[in-house]
């Protein structure tokens, strides 16, 4: 969700603000992603790797904010505060409408159950906390699925629980004056990452899908990328 907004006009220009410039290749690679997980919903049996494009994007998300981090954090400029205060401006406006209108929906459409079902995935939207609620009800792939309407917020409450724990981490590490403590950490989480998400996505499927700690290491691998193509390691 916020991936797409930063491709707009509005996103370009807060870029700019914040010293990241316009990078036509990256709209470039969202595209490609956007379109591959549209063909997987639409035609799964024709593009049965096109989920991969949730992939991409947390790539992408990861190097994005982690660009706009490093140069504030460079400056002298980065306040944690604030980083959060732009995060809501940017997704809850959109989030608001998104969730008000399935809420409006919902009453009229559902029936008392599963409106109570539905009532749980608005609370777990807007609090950031969908991929955990949508975990505990059913699976992605699920047959139930199909019947969730806020099913895509899962990934985003992905990426704002790496953006309460990244900016942390940054601060920290340009803190302790050593070159090599940011990649070692980034290198380390994301390691550890990888490995449970191969350890558990045999037997636990959802939970290797859904949860943060299984796909840490694509944020970041952008956040590293960033990182080298800044030259500070």
Not at 39 to 66: E, M, Q, R, T, Y
Not at 142 to 148: I, N, P, T, V
């Amino acid at each position: 969700m916020e991936l797409l907004q930063t491709g707009t006009k509005a996103g370009t220009k807060a870029g700019v603000r914040s010293g990241i410039s316009y990078r036509s290749d990256i709209d470039g690679l969202r595209a490609v992603a956007v379109l591959s997980v549209i063909a997987f919903h639409v035609a799964p049996g024709w593009f049965k790797g096109g989920f991969v494009g949730v992939d991409v994007f947390f790539v992408i998300s990861g190097f994005l904010i982690s660009s706009i981090i490093y140069k504030e954090l460079g400056s002298g400029t980065f306040s944690v505060v604030e980083f959060y205060v732009r995060r809501i401006r940017r997704i809850y406006p959109a989030l608001f409408l998104v969730l008000s209108f399935v809420c409006v929906a919902g009453w009229i459409l559902l029936l008392p159950s599963d409106f109570v079902a539905l009532g749980k995935q608005i609370v777990g939207g807007s609090t950031f906390v969908a991929n955990f609620v949508l975990w505990w009800q059913s699976g992605y792939f699920s047959s139930e699925a199909g019947l969730k309407p806020l099913l895509h917020l899962w990934s985003l409450g992905v990426e704002e629980q790496y953006y309460l724990i990244f900016p942390l981490i940054c601060i920290a590490c340009y803190r302790s004056k050593s070159r090599l403590t940011l990649p070692s950490v980034f290198l380390g989480i994301a390691a550890a990452s990888m490995f449970l998400n191969v350890a558990f996505v045999s037997k636990y499927s959802a939970a290797a899908y859904f949860l943060p700690f299984s796909r840490l290491w694509e944020l970041f691998a952008g956040a590293g990328l960033s990182l080298w193509m800044q030259h500070d390691i």
